[in-house]
Each structure stands twice: as structure tokens, then as C-alpha cells.
């Protein structure tokens, strides 16, 4: 298998507190966006306050101009009736290369800095993990003793043994769709390798979509190897994590088939997402997670 080098938030991870970690990224990316519009992840109006010469003119009321004759922006604050549910698959091939964990680690942080920040911004947030059925599935709370559980039960995957039932993304979500009555900003963490027929996975999507639910998927890939092939032009042995079956085979000769599939498959996803008006986050495990959120949120600032 080729080689994957963890980044710095997944080694801290082996010996470090999860809660902790958490806390720091989100301070920290929170601190690199403090030049930008970023009010979380829904905003409010909230008051008025005089324009400063240089700011952004976005937000300018200008119909408040037109009675006063001065300039006046709009200050917005966090909602605080945010509901969230963040879904992570724990699926066997989640957690990929063997190794390290890497996808699933990923995953891990990822969601644990989003509770963090939602409890920040005194939202209330669930979590939900699957593979073919749903293992948990929590209440949405936005109390403390709830983020505590939410981040017991993210710091216990990563010890616990890998669950051997493939991924039913499909079936998850639609009984997933069935279940959340109220409006919600649904979070899923996946590497989307569903066991059925991908068509199943857009309609479930879908049934998010037409529920009234704010859905973002985060796709989570070793792009070297899981797009790429990047394996070494020698017999290798390959598992399919999904249903054990072993297969012996040179690289090399089937890279640029493997590469046109996966990406194939990668495009499809993303364009299903943009047809349903879904927020699509590709996630590379090789590259810093506090990047990949920052540069997520960062996104969502400017669409508000």
C-alpha cells in the first residue's frame, strides 16, 4: 500500500483529547477568518451602525440611507434556533489505509470541531453514525452535558473494532429523512461507496433535499491512492474493505481504467449535489483539516 503520512491533527489524535483538539481548531480558523464576514453558519439581522470608510458596502441599508442621508450597515448576529444533525459513516471502508485510520480520523475531527462551533453559537446539534443501519442516533440538544456525549461517543469510534457491514448510504438517509421532522442543516461525512445502486444514493439525497432539509456533503477520499491508484507497479494484494474479497494484480495495468472510474464516479456525486442545490466539500485526508473547514466556512460567510 502506498504511504500516507498523517497530518498533524490526526497524530495528535493517537495521544491527544479530542474535545481539546477541537476546541483549538476552531479557535484557530475562527482567528483566520476574523477578517471576513463570518457569522457561523446561519445569521440574523440584528441592528444598525454607522458605515466605516473602507468596509465592504455589501451591507449597506440603503433604504435607511435614503431617509437619513447616512451611510448604515447591517449587523447580523448567530441564530440561536439552528438545528444540525452531523452523520458519519463508520462503514469499513471509512476506515482506510489500515494503518492509519486516515478517513475516518478525518471524519472524527472534522465533525468534532462543527459540535464545538455549534455549541459556540449556542445551536443545538445531533449525531448520527451508520454503515448498513443506523448504530446512534442522538437527540439534537444544545446543551453541554449533550456536546460532552456527541464527543465521547466520536473519541470511542476511533478505538472500538472496524464495524464489518457495508455501506447503505441510500437506506440511511431516507430512514434518516423519515425521522428529523424538523428543518434541519444535515452534515454527512462519507466516502459515499455505497453497496447499492448509486441512482438510490441521488434519490435519498433527494429526499433530504425535498424535506426542506439544508444538506452538505463531505466527501471524504485518500485522493492519492482512492483516485489516483498512486500504488507502487508491483503485485499487490488489494481488499475490498466493503465485502472482503481479495484480488492480485500489478497497478499498473489497470491505473488509467481505475482513475477514469473514480473520477467518473467523483463528478457524478459532485453534480448531483449541484442539481439538488447541495453543498458539496471534497475532503482529502492528506491535507490539513482546519484548511479544508476553514475553507468551507469561509465560503458559507460570503453566501450570507
Known amino acids: ?4 503520512p498523517l497530518p498533524y491533527f490526526q497524530s495528535d489524535l493517537l495521544t491527544g483529547n479530542l474535545e481539546l483538539l477541537a476546541r483549538q481548531l476552531v479557535e484557530g480558523f ?31 441599508d440603503w433604504r435607511v440611507y435614503a431617509r437619513t442621508d447616512r451611510l448604515y450597515t447591517k449587523q447580523y448576529e448567530e441564530e440561536t434556533n439552528l438545528r444540525a444533525l452531523l452523520i458519519l459513516d463508520v462503514s469499513p471502508s471509512m476506515f482506510y489505509p489500515e494503518g492509519s485510520k486516515a478517513k475516518i480520523r478525518f471524519s472524527v475531527v472534522a465533525a468534532a470541531a462543527l459540535i464545538h462551533l455549534l455549541y459556540r453559537q449556542r445551536d443545538a446539534a445531533g449525531l448520527c453514525l451508520f454503515s448498513d443501519v443506523i448504530h ?49 442543516l444535515i452534515m454527512l461525512f462519507s466516502d459515499m461507496f455505497d453497496s447499492e445502486n448509486p441512482d438510490e444514493l441521488f434519490k435519498a439525497l433527494q429526499h433530504l433535499k425535498h424535506n426542506r432539509h439544508e444538506v452538505i456533503v463531505f466527501h471524504v477520499s485518500d485522493y492519492e491512492t482512492e483516485l489516483e491508484f498512486a500504488f507502487a507497479d508491483r503485485p499487490t494484494e488489494f481488499i475490498d474493505l466493503e465485502r472482503n474479497e481479495k484480488i492480485r494484480l500489478n497497478p499498473a495495468e489497470i491505473r488509467d481504467s481505475f482513475r477514469k472510474e473514480a473520477s467518473s464516479f467523483y463528478q457524478q456525486i ?24 476553514q475553507t468551507f466556512l469561509i465560503k458559507r460567510s460570503r453566501m450570507h
Open 270 to 293: 459532485k453534480m448531483h449535489c449541484n442539481q439538488y442545490k447541495i453543498d458539496f466539500v471534497p475532503c482529502d485526508v492528506r491535507q490539513d483539516v482546519r484548511t479544508t473547514l
Open 136 to 184: 446512534t442516533l442522538t437527540p439534537v440538544k444544545s446543551t453541554a452535558a449533550h456536546r460532552q456525549k456527541m464527543m465521547n461517543e466520536l473519541q470511542e469510534l476511533l478505538n472500538k473494532p472496524v464495524n464489518p457491514h457495508p455501506t447503505h448510504v441510500a437506506a440511511v438517509l431516507h430512514e434518516v429523512a423519515e425521522k428529523i421532522h424538523r428543518r434541519s
Open 30 to 60: 475562527i482567528t483566520g477568518l476574523h477578517k471576513s464576514p463570518y457569522h457561523g453558519f446561519s445569521v440574523e439581522f440584528a441592528e444598525h451602525r454607522l458605515y466605516n470608510e473602507g468596509e465592504s458596502t455589501r451591507h449597506i
Open 1 to 4: 500500500m502506498a504511504g500516507n
